[in-house]
């Protein structure tokens, strides 16, 4: 079965950096568009990284220039390198992929980022 599992979160100060990824199972990974979304407190879940099977990458205007989402094919695994990071970026962290109209989620890895 589909399994996403995000890693790599944690507390960091302001300015600081951090590098999440997501180990994929169960499908082939190489095929589809990934995607990073992250979820404050009582708010929405956000979209703020999409890599395509291609290569195509796009980004929520709030991080970009700061993060990178890249992928590794043969590792199953796409990553988010978070640079410059901001006590507004405090969230939790999913990976996320669709197929067939379903959607697939990680369980989530906290970031912190105190000020």
């Known amino acids: 079965q589909v399994q996403l599992v995000e890693s790599g979160g944690g507390l960091v100060q302001a300015g600081g950096s951090l590098r999440l990824s997501c180990a994929a199972s169960g499908f082939t990974f190489s095929m589809y568009t990934m995607n990073w979304y992250r979820q404050a407190s009582g708010k929405q879940r956000d979209l703020v990284a999409t890599?395509?099977?291609?290569?195509?990458?796009a980004y929520a205007d709030s991080v970009k220039g700061r993060f990178t989402i890249s992928r590794d094919n043969a590792k199953y695994t796409v990553y988010l390198h978070m640079n410059t990071l901001k006590p507004e970026d405090t969230a939790v962290y999913y990976c996320?992929?669709?197929?067939?109209?379903?959607?697939?989620w990680g369980q989530g890895t906290q970031v912190t980022v105190s000020s």
């Open positions: 996320n992929y669709a197929s067939g109209g379903v959607g697939y």
């Open positions: 890599i395509t099977s291609g290569g195509n990458i």
